[in-house]
């Protein structure tokens, strides 16, 4: 089973703050990762796939990059709306997901 | 709008059987693999059962968790997908999401998931 680790776990930012989230693999997952956003009670969303293509409707102010391994997810500008976990997830070798970075309001 | 509902969740004892369903519009569903994916309280994402689509042969995989104690399925007609979880356990206490993926943008193996229902509940104790 691939492990997938993400640094930190939390993470105290104040809005308007540009935000970097990381997440290992313990093996390569070529670009296939993904990430989403959880706010407490609902369900996750789909942020990014592909390691660094927005899905429908996410604003350009969220960005992915990595290949392999390492990967990283950008907020360029954090608003009110962003505070939330967020998860990454491979889809390379079956489906793993990380153990999530919590975003919180310094 | 794309939308996806789960059911069917509640209280269970240890060792009895349950039925979640997954009820969606919106979309071709047929065009769609489904998923689930569980959460326990306070804790992060765990994924639980796939099927695929018509097209890739309606093939299902299981977490290794869960195999052979929960059997997911898909009734195209009536655009519902299903998770037949058997010999519950407590450690199977946990939100149960379904979630959609597009094939488009699949590995050969598995899919990124990008819509999601709000979850059922499932509690197992005695």
């Known amino acids: 089973e691939i492990v997938m680790t993400q640094s930190p776990a939390t993470l105290s930012v104040s809005p308007g703050e540009r935000v970097t989230l990381s997440c290992r693999a313990s093996q390569s997952v070529n670009n296939n990762l993904a990430w989403y956003q959880q706010k407490p009670g609902q369900a996750p969303s789909l942020l990014i796939y592909g390691a660094s293509t927005r899905a429908t409707g996410i604003p350009v102010r969220f960005s992915g990059s990595g290949s392999g391994t390492e990967f990283t997810l950008t907020i360029s500008s954090l608003q009110s709306e962003d505070f939330a976990v967020y998860y990454c997830q491979q889809y390379n070798d079956w489906t793993t997901f990380g153990q999530g970075t919590k975003v919180e309001i310094k | 709008e794309v939308q996806l509902v789960e059911s069917g969740g509640g209280l269970v004892q240890p060792g009895r059987s349950l039925r979640l369903s997954c009820i969606t519009s919106?979309?071709?569903?047929?065009?769609?693999?489904m998923s689930w994916v569980r959460q326990a309280p306070g804790k992060g994402l765990e994924w639980v059962s796939y099927i695929r689509a018509k097209a890739y042969g309606w093939t299902p995989d299981h977490a290794a968790s869960v195999k052979g104690r929960f059997t997911i399925s898909r009734d195209d007609s009536k655009s519902i997908a299903y998770l037949q979880m058997n010999s519950l356990r407590t450690e199977d206490t946990a939100v149960y999401f379904c979630?959609?993926?597009?094939?488009?943008?699949?590995?050969?193996?598995?899919?990124?998931?990008?819509?999601w229902g709000r979850g059922t509940p499932v509690t197992v104790s005695s």
């Open positions: 919106g979309f071709t569903f047929g065009d769609y693999g």
């Open positions: 979630a959609r993926s597009d094939h488009r943008y699949c590995s050969s193996i598995s899919c990124p998931l990008d819509y």
